[in-house]
């Protein structure tokens, strides 16, 4: 039985192993990384295989998860070389698109990109996924259905899929969670009670309108009543250019996508980070 393979042992591989071991999955893992620390790491902490040879971690895949960061794709490719039957891979590198995939391994090496989420480590994650258009149904499918184990999948086109990667970041709920704690404190509400307090005003609305069918128009309304707190509230962020601020913030982070993809282009060698 071939393993799915993680190439690349830092905190995305280490979040997905952990929601695969939580849906129970049965299949061989391994993980390759250059540095020995971390595969140790790895090893004790979630009981599976590692290999530190990168050409045998690769012969032993039946998928391949290649996790490490942009700027090393084009190395790691590099050094993998030919490859002489049929592979499955999938890459998790922000902005690298499908064409330099290829580029970097093409056939018989056939490519997905993937987006997967830190909360894939509690099932609880959405994952987005690209698939080149000569991707056959099947290989679609077991791209999908490997995914399905950390939460939500959904397909996106290529062409948006650095605004969805801009965009699906858990650590904008994070950011707003911790902005809106630090200025309830600041107004004089406890810690505990500042951080409960916001957790609800985002978490639990959201879970809300995720759970039903009522229109996000119409929870805005019922949220705010004309003149009430919630709309002083929100009305005063308006006024603030809030809404001009994130989309700022998203286009500096499709930017931040974009580049990625070209500085592998200029460099020709990735760095040696991963």
Known sequence: MRATVFLGGGRITSALIAGLRLANYTQPIIVHDRHPEKLRALK??????????????????????????PDSIRELLNEIGNVNRPLLAVSVAAGIPLSDLRAGLGPP??????MPSPVSRIGQGLIGVAFPAELSARDRRAVS????????????????FDIFTATYSCSHGYHALATLARAAEKLGLDHNI??????HALADGIFSW??????????????????????????????????????????AGVARARANSRLVKATGTGATKR
Not at 44 to 59: D, G
Not at 194 to 199: E, H, I, Q, V
Not at 227 to 246: E, N, S, Y
Request: aromatic content about 6%; charged content about 20%; glycine content about 6%.
């Open 44 to 69: 004790k902490q979630c009981k599976i295989a590692t290999e530190a040879n990168l050409r045998r971690a690769v012969t032993e895949a039946g998928l391949l998860i290649v996790a490490v960061r």
């Open 109 to 114: 090496v056939k490519w997905a990109r993937t």
């Open 145 to 160: 259905n490997f995914f399905a184990h950390f939460g939500v999948v959904i397909e996106v086109p290529e062409a948006q």
């Open 194 to 199: 500042a951080l409960t307090a916001a957790a």
């Open 210 to 251: 995720r759970q039903g069918n009522v229109p996000l128009e119409d929870l805005l309304e019922e949220a705010a009543t004309p003149g009430g707190i919630a709309a002083t509230v929100m009305a005063t962020m308006d006024k603030g250019r809030f809404q001009a601020l994130v989309e700022t913030s998203l286009r």
